[in-house]
């Protein structure tokens, strides 16, 4: 099978030669690569670069073009605080719409540009040129909530769910907009799959998830896929309450975080694929191979058939090589058949 054809079975239960191995890497691919994290976040020819060097030297499935939650803020004039081997940040003391009436005037930037959108965009292109059509490129969004809360601010915007929810619903609406334009160009530069990482949403309550957070991300999912495209979810932390919201977003693959008990994901997602739900610190960082493709196995027993080999959230830049290697390994050794009835 081809790495794209052993992905697709997988997210359905269908057999596959071997398991999927698709863990977000990013300072760790910088790193391993031999870059600075500013220059793989600023310039796609770097991030290509270091993905590749994954897919071919460590035995990655697929390359993605996740980096940080500071590109569409970048864009729209926010204030992004950037480092030179850590993740940017945005500056939540002085977000672009703290004086909320400016989303009157806020307008969709140019994605072609020449702006950090536009450089994640050429990074797919690019990706898919050298790769040709046979491996997964993974595209990537932020979603309503997560991007909301990068130009408002968390507690704003929850204060504002309350004093002043015609705002939110028009803010939302905005995010979604923009979303679907970057994925829609994402996509038409090669992307196969379009992750939504949507952080903020495990923050809130599941009547607040429902109402303010969950018609939004269902908007951007069908929109994904009405352009052909598959759909990841990542939503880091704790979504022990959200998860059969998740399985009703009907997306191709969620991320379970580490914090959520990963047996009661797979009964409230039963026809969904899952990723993870691996503690990264613990296990990929401080932990031993061994160990490493031990809890690769009890969560391939969990989640059976529809089961995508990674960790839980992002793998620790400085994992050991031979911690990685060995999720590597695990997933080149087994097949989605082994445990095919726990998918339900």
């Known amino acids: 099978m081809t790495p794209l054809e052993r992905y697709r079975a997988a997210l359905v239960g269908r057999p596959t030669d071997h398991l999927p191995c698709h863990p977000i890497c990013m300072i760790f691919a910088a790193r391993y690569s031999g870059a600075r994290f500013l220059d793989y976040v600023m310039d796609h020819r770097v991030m290509v670069n270091a ?12 390359v993605a073009t996740i980096s940080d939650p500071c ?9 992004c605080t950037y480092f030179e081997d850590e993740a940017p940040a945005n500056d939540a003391r002085d977000a672009l719409l703290r004086d909320k009436t400016k989303l009157a005037s806020l307008r969709c930037p140019d994605l072609l540009g020449g702006g950090r959108m536009h450089d994640r965009i ?4 690019k990706l898919r040129e050298r790769l040709g059509p046979h491996v997964s490129v993974l595209g990537w969004v932020e979603g309503p909530i997560a991007l909301a809360v990068d130009l408002r601010g968390m507690e704003p915007l929850m204060l504002d769910t309350v004093d002043d929810p015609a705002f939110v619903a028009d803010l939302l609406e905005f995010c979604v907009a923009l979303e679907t334009e970057f994925a829609r160009l994402q996509v038409a530069a090669g992307a196969d799959t379009v992750g939504i990482g949507d952080a903020a949403a ?8 429902r109402r303010e957070v969950f018609p939004y991300e269902q908007r951007l999912v069908d929109a994904i896929h009405a352009l052909g495209a598959q759909v990841r979810l990542h939503v880091c932390g704790n979504t022990h309450h959200l998860v059969g919201d998740f399985a009703r977003l009907g997306c191709d693959l969620v991320d379970i975080d580490y914090l959520c008990d990963l047996a009661h994901a797979r009964a409230a997602m039963p026809e969904t694929a899952i990723l993870g739900n691996m503690e990264p610190a613990r296990w990929l960082l401080r932990g031993t191979p061994d ?4 809890r690769l196995a009890e ?4 989640c059976g058939a ?4 990674g960790a839980g959230c992002e793998v620790p830049p400085d994992t050991p090589l031979a911690n990685f290697r060995a999720l590597v390994r695990y997933a080149r ?8 009835a726990a998918a339900g």
Do not use: I, K, P
């Not at 050429?122 to 292109?125: D, E, N, S, T």
């Not at 969560?299 to 969990?302: S, W």
């Open 333 to 340: 050794e087994h097949t989605n058949q082994e445990h095919a």
């Open 299 to 302: 969560h391939h027993a969990v």
């Open 51 to 62: 993905q590749l060097r994954l897919y071919d030297e460590l035995g990655m499935d697929y």
């Open 71 to 79: 590109r569409e803020t970048h864009d729209l004039g926010a204030r």
């Open 306 to 309: 529809r089961f995508v080999v």
């Open 202 to 209: 495990s923050l809130v309550s599941l009547g607040t998830y």
């Open 291 to 294: 160990e490493v493709y031990a």
């Open 122 to 125: 050429q990074a797919v292109a």
